[in-house]
T-cell receptor
Framework: SQQGEEDPQALSIQEGENATMNCSYK?????LQWYRQNSGRGLVHLIL?????REKHSGRLRVTLDTSKKSSSLLITASRAADTASYFC????????????FGAGTILRVKS | DAGITQSPRYKITETGRQVTLMCHQT?????MFWYRQDLGHGLRLIYY???????DKGEVPDGYVVSRSKTENFPLTLESATRSQTSVYFC???????????????FGPGTRLTVL
C-alpha cells in the first residue's frame, strides 16, 4: 500500500507559472523526499526534508512539510518546458533500512 | 563514472520462462533496491538488500528471487514469468548503512519487460 498520495494526479500550466504539488502520508516519518521522472527515464532525487524541518529551498524548488497534517508540498516557481515530468514524493515511514515508499505521482505538463 | 546501470533495457519473453534482470552500481553503495512501476501504482518495492548476502522482501515479492553475492550487483530473477509481471523495473541504490532513512536513492534507467 502507498504511504504517500500526491495531489493533483495531473497538472497543466503555462511556462513561467508556478506549479504546486501536494503529498499526504499516513504514518510518522524521519524524512520525506521528492523525485522527478522524465518520460522513459529513471527517477532523479530533487530534495529531502527532514521531519524537524518545515521548509526547504533548492533553486526554483520549495518544499514544505507539516508533520501535524502529515502533508508536504512541492512548489516549482517560474516553470519551464523542461520541468515537464512526473513528480513523486517518497517517505521512509520511520523504518530502518533506507526503504522508501512512493506515491503514485503527479504528472506535470508545462506548455511553452 | 557509470553510476548505476541495468540490463537489458528491453526484454520480451513468454509466460513460464525464467528471466533475469541485471543491476550494477559503481559507488559501493550498501543498499540496493528493486521496484516495479505500473500505471496507477507508482513504484512498488519488490526486494531490497542492505549489504552483500543480506536481502529482504518488499511490498510485492511473490514470483521474484534476488541474490547479492557482490556489493555492486543485484540481479532480479523471475522464476516463471507471468503476464502480470509485465512492467517497468527499476533498480536503485543508496549509500549508508548507518543512516536511518536519511539517504537518497539513485535510480537506474529501467528495464521494460513484456511477458507474452
Amino acid at each position: 500500500s502507498q504511504q504517500g498520495e500526491e495531489d493533483p494526479q495531473a497538472l497543466s500550466i503555462q511556462e513561467g507559472e508556478n506549479a504546486t504539488m501536494n503529498c499526504s502520508y499516513k504514518t510518522s516519518i524521519n524524512n520525506l523526499q521528492w523525485y522527478r521522472q522524465n518520460s522513459g527515464r529513471g527517477l532523479v532525487h530533487l530534495i529531502l526534508i527532514r521531519s524537524n524541518e518545515r521548509e526547504k529551498h533548492s533553486g526554483r524548488l520549495r518544499v514544505t512539510l507539516d508533520t501535524s497534517k502529515k502533508s508536504s508540498s512541492l512548489l516549482i516557481t517560474a516553470s519551464r518546458a523542461a520541468d515537464t515530468a512526473s513528480y513523486f514524493c517518497a517517505t521512509d515511514a520511520g523504518e530502518y533500512g533506507n526503504k522508501l515508499v512512493f506515491g503514485a505521482g503527479t504528472i506535470l505538463r508545462v506548455k511553452s | 563514472d557509470a553510476g548505476i546501470t541495468q540490463s537489458p533495457r528491453y526484454k520480451i519473453t513468454e509466460t513460464g520462462r525464467q528471466v533475469t534482470l541485471m543491476c550494477h552500481q559503481t559507488w559501493s553503495h550498501s543498499y540496493m533496491f528493486w521496484y516495479r512501476q505500473d500505471l496507477g501504482h507508482g513504484l512498488r518495492l519488490i526486494y531490497y538488500s542492505a549489504a552483500a548476502d543480506i536481502t529482504d522482501k518488499g511490498e510485492v515479492p511473490d514470483g521474484y528471487v534476488v541474490s547479492r553475492s557482490k556489493t555492486e550487483n543485484f540481479p532480479l530473477t523471475l522464476e516463471s514469468a507471468t503476464r502480470s509481471q509485465t512492467s517497468v523495473y527499476f533498480c536503485a541504490s543508496s549509500g549508508s548503512w548507518a543512516l536511518r532513512g536519511t539517504d537518497t536513492q539513485y535510480f537506474g534507467p529501467g528495464t521494460r519487460l513484456t511477458v507474452l
